[in-house]
C-alpha cells in the first residue's frame, strides 16, 4: 500500500468522546485521520504487529512513506502520552510526524517543555476547533515537506551506490573544482579516463554540470 499521498492525523485519546469529536472536526476540513484509544494500540500500529518488542521495535516501513501527525492525550491509562512521545522522539518518529499534545491545565509546564523537547505544540483543553485545525494543517505541511526531502535523499544516496570506486574518486574531485588535467594527475590516470568517468558521473547522478553535481552533494551532506 503506498500512503505517500494520503497525509494522516492520528488521534491518540483514551476518551471515546474526544476521538470521535476530533475526527468530525478533521473530516469538516477534509482530513483524514485514525484513532486510537491507548498509546500501546498506537504502538502496535506503527510497529505492524501487536506484539510487545520493548525499546527494540521499529517503525513498519511502510508508515514511513506517509506524512501525518500526532494527536497526543498527555494522561492516559497504562502508557501516559509523555511515554509515547519518549519513544517516538528516540525512533525519530516525533520529526516525521509532528506531535499536537492535548492537555489540561494543570498539564500546560509539563507540555511546554515537551515542546522545547521537540514537540510541535500543545492545545489546552476546551481549545479553540478553529486554531487547532489550523496547527494541524501547519504540522501536516512540514511532515510532507520532510517525506518529500527523505525521498530526495534516499534517491540520491541509490544514484551514488551505482558509482564505481574509481568514478567516486573523480567526482569528489570535481565537486572540488579541479580540472580535467589536474584530476588526472592526482589519480595518475589519463585526461582522457577522467573525461570518462565524469561523463558516467554526470550521468548516473543525473546533473549536466559540476556546479549542479557539487549542490546535491551538499544535499547530502
Same mark, same amino acid.
Given at each position: 500500500?503506498?500512503?505517500?499521498?494520503?497525509?494522516?492525523?492520528?488521534?491518540?485519546?483514551?476518551?471515546?468522546?474526544?476521538?470521535?469529536?476530533?475526527?468530525?472536526?478533521?473530516?469538516?476540513?477534509?482530513?483524514?485521520?485514525?484513532?486510537?484509544?491507548?498509546?500501546?494500540?498506537?504502538?502496535?500500529?506503527?510497529?505492524?504487529?501487536?506484539?510487545?518488542?520493548?525499546?527494540?521495535?521499529?517503525?513498519?516501513?511502510?508508515?514511513?512513506?506517509?506524512?501525518?501527525?500526532?494527536?497526543?492525550?498527555?494522561?492516559?491509562?497504562?502508557?501516559?502520552? !509523555? @511515554? &509515547?512521545?519518549?519513544? #517516538? +522522539?528516540?525512533?525519530?518518529?516525533? /520529526?516525521?510526524?509532528?506531535?499536537?499534545? *492535548?492537555?489540561?491545565?494543570?498539564?500546560?509546564?509539563?507540555?511546554?517543555?515537551?515542546?522545547?523537547?521537540?514537540?510541535?505544540?500543545?492545545?489546552?483543553?476546551?481549545?479553540?476547533?478553529?486554531?487547532?485545525?489550523?496547527?494541524?494543517?501547519?504540522? !501536516? @505541511? &512540514?511532515?510532507?515537506? #520532510? +517525506?518529500?526531502?527523505?525521498?530526495? /535523499?534516499?534517491?540520491?544516496?541509490?544514484? *551514488?551506490?551505482?558509482?564505481?570506486?574509481?568514478?567516486?574518486?573523480?567526482?569528489?574531485?570535481?565537486?572540488?573544482?579541479?580540472?580535467?588535467?589536474?584530476?588526472?594527475?592526482?589519480?595518475?590516470?589519463?585526461?582522457?579516463?577522467?573525461?570518462?568517468?565524469? @561523463?558516467?558521473?554526470?550521468?548516473?547522478?543525473?546533473?549536466?554540470?559540476?556546479?549542479?553535481?557539487?549542490?546535491?552533494?551538499?544535499?547530502?551532506?
Amino acid at each position: 500500500m503506498n500512503f505517500t499521498d494520503t497525509p494522516t492525523v492520528f488521534i491518540v485519546d483514551d476518551d471515546a468522546s474526544v476521538r470521535e469529536g476530533m475526527a468530525w472536526l478533521l473530516r469538516t476540513r477534509r482530513l483524514l485521520s485514525e484513532s486510537f484509544d491507548s498509546a500501546e494500540a498506537f504502538l502496535a500500529m506503527l510497529q505492524g504487529y501487536g506484539q510487545d518488542k520493548g525499546d527494540a521495535w521499529q517503525p513498519d516501513p511502510t508508515r514511513l512513506q506517509q506524512s501525518g501527525c500526532i494527536l497526543l492525550d498527555v494522561r492516559m491509562p497504562g502508557m501516559s502520552g !509523555l @511515554a &509515547l512521545f519518549e519513544q #517516538l +522522539l528516540a525512533k525519530g518518529m516525533a /520529526q516525521a510526524w509532528p506531535v499536537i499534545f *492535548l492537555t489540561g491545565h494543570a498539564d500546560v509546564p509539563t507540555a511546554v517543555d515537551s515542546v522545547k523537547r521537540g514537540a510541535f505544540d500543545f492545545c489546552e483543553k476546551p481549545f479553540s476547533d478553529n486554531a487547532l485545525v489550523d496547527r494541524v494543517e501547519q504540522a !501536516l @505541511a &512540514l511532515s510532507q515537506a #520532510l +517525506l518529500v526531502a527523505r525521498q530526495t /535523499q534516499q534517491r540520491l544516496q541509490a544514484r *551514488l551506490l551505482e558509482l564505481t570506486e574509481r568514478e567516486r574518486d573523480v567526482m569528489r574531485l570535481v565537486v572540488e573544482g579541479l580540472p580535467n588535467k589536474l584530476i588526472a594527475d592526482q589519480l595518475d590516470i589519463s585526461v582522457r579516463t577522467v573525461e570518462v568517468h565524469r @561523463a558516467r558521473v554526470f550521468d548516473k547522478m543525473e546533473v549536466k554540470s559540476a556546479v549542479e553535481l557539487a549542490n546535491l552533494m551538499r544535499q547530502l551532506a
